[in-house]
């Protein structure tokens, strides 16, 4: 069955770095887009950012364009997501989740993670 | 940006009755590409509809989703315990991709 994990969260401080990790399994990942997604406490989701199966295309939202990049390493079945110059803003629980088509954009998300707490505070 | 307005904000229901959640979107979504997820707590999303009304792998036939343009409706049929939960809309449309604020279904 398809799993994601995520891991790398944590506490940091405003202005600091941090590098989230999402491991794939159960379906062939190189053939499918990667989402992450977040959720600030108690609020909504906000997408967060995109790439292509074979990662030669990536799209931010404008929140986080320039601070934040995506990439992934087909050959460990895993994605990652690394934060720069955090805000305290940027407090959520960042999902990873799956577009639904081979080799295709669709940008919804038939599977997601557990969810990992990335927190942003002095 | 498409913004997406869920309605009711909370919906208190029985058991066993009908459940019937609305999104309206601020423009036209293309194609009906719109999707419903329902969240619990501490869990992640997941996937019920997609293409306004296609249901999503295991979501059982009392999930149906309807609507074009601007108006969607998320219903369920007969309510059962582990409904209730939070459900979000989303459109993938258009970019930026966007979600409703979520509609909270609670048992009365």
């Known amino acids: 069955q398809v799993q994601l994990v995520e891991s790398g969260g944590g506490v940091v401080q405003p202005g600091g770095s941090l590098r989230l990790s999402c491991a794939a399994s159960g379906f062939t990942f190189s053939s499918y887009g990667m989402h992450w997604v977040r959720q600030a406490p108690g609020k909504g989701l906000e997408w967060v950012t995109f790439?292509?199966?074979?990662?030669?295309?990536?799209y931010y939202a404008d929140s986080v364009k320039g601070r934040v990049t995506i990439s992934r390493d087909n050959s460990k079945n895993t994605v990652y997501l690394q934060m720069n110059s955090l805000r305290t803003e940027d407090t959520a629980v960042y999902y990873c989740?799956?577009?639904?088509?081979?080799?295709?954009?669709?940008?919804?998300?038939?599977?997601w993670g557990q969810g990992t707490l990335v927190t942003v505070s002095s | 940006e498409i913004v997406l307005t869920q309605s009711p904000g909370t919906l208190s229901l029985s058991p066993g009755e009908r459940a019937t959640l609305s999104c309206r979107a601020s423009?036209?979504?293309?194609?009906?590409?719109l999707a419903w997820y329902q969240q619990k707590p501490g869990q992640a999303p997941r996937l019920l509809i997609y293409g306004a009304s296609s249901r999503a792998t295991g979501i059982p036939d009392r999930f149906s989703g309807s609507g074009s343009g601007t108006d969607f409706t998320l219903t369920i049929s007969r309510l059962e315990p582990e409904d209730f939960a939070v459900y979000y809309c989303?459109?993938?449309?258009?970019?930026?991709?966007?979600f409703g604020q979520g509609t909270r279904l609670e048992i009365k």
């Open positions: 423009q036209n979504v293309a194609s009906s590409y």
């Open positions: 989740a799956k577009d639904p088509h081979e080799y295709g954009d669709y940008y919804y998300f038939d599977y």
């Open positions: 989303q459109q993938y449309g258009r970019s930026p991709i966007t």
């Open positions: 790439i292509r199966f074979d990662g030669s295309n990536k």
